[in-house]
């Protein structure tokens, strides 16, 4: 059985930073893309930032420029270093990944509540 495991998220104040880490474990014989998504009340949720298994990197023009997304193969995990976070970034943030077991599907995280105000 696959889970992901998100951590990171929390209260910051506008112009701060968070650093997100999502960690798939159980039965994974490889992953390939991996990718966060966020979701404010009231709104569709909204993808935030890709990564292919080569490292190959894609974002959403609201964040380019301040946030990062990396991942260790090794430990499976990905992560989203959030820089200049502003109110508007207020949101709950979901990763997900391409997971192949016996066969390949997407996952997704539980979701973490990530929170901008002064």
């Known amino acids: 059985q696959v889970q992901l495991v998100e951590s990171g998220g929390g209260l910051v104040q506008p112009g701060g930073s968070l650093r997100l880490s999502c960690a798939a474990s159980?039965?994974?014989?490889?992953?390939?893309?991996m990718g966060w998504y966020r979701q404010a009340p009231g709104k569709e949720r909204e993808l935030v930032a890709g990564?292919?298994?080569?490292?190959?990197?894609n974002y959403a023009d609201a964040v380019k420029g301040r946030f990062t997304i990396s991942r260790d193969n090794a430990k499976n995990t990905v992560y989203l270093q959030m820089n200049s976070l502003k109110p508007e970034d207020t949101a709950v943030y979901y990763c997900?990944?391409?997971?192949?077991?016996?066969?390949?599907?997407?996952?997704w995280g539980q979701g973490t509540q990530v929170t901008v105000s002064s």
């Open positions: 990564i292919s298994s080569g490292g190959r990197s």
């Open positions: 997900n990944a391409d997971i192949v077991t016996y066969g390949s599907r997407i996952y």
């Open positions: 159980g039965s994974i014989f490889s992953i390939n893309a």
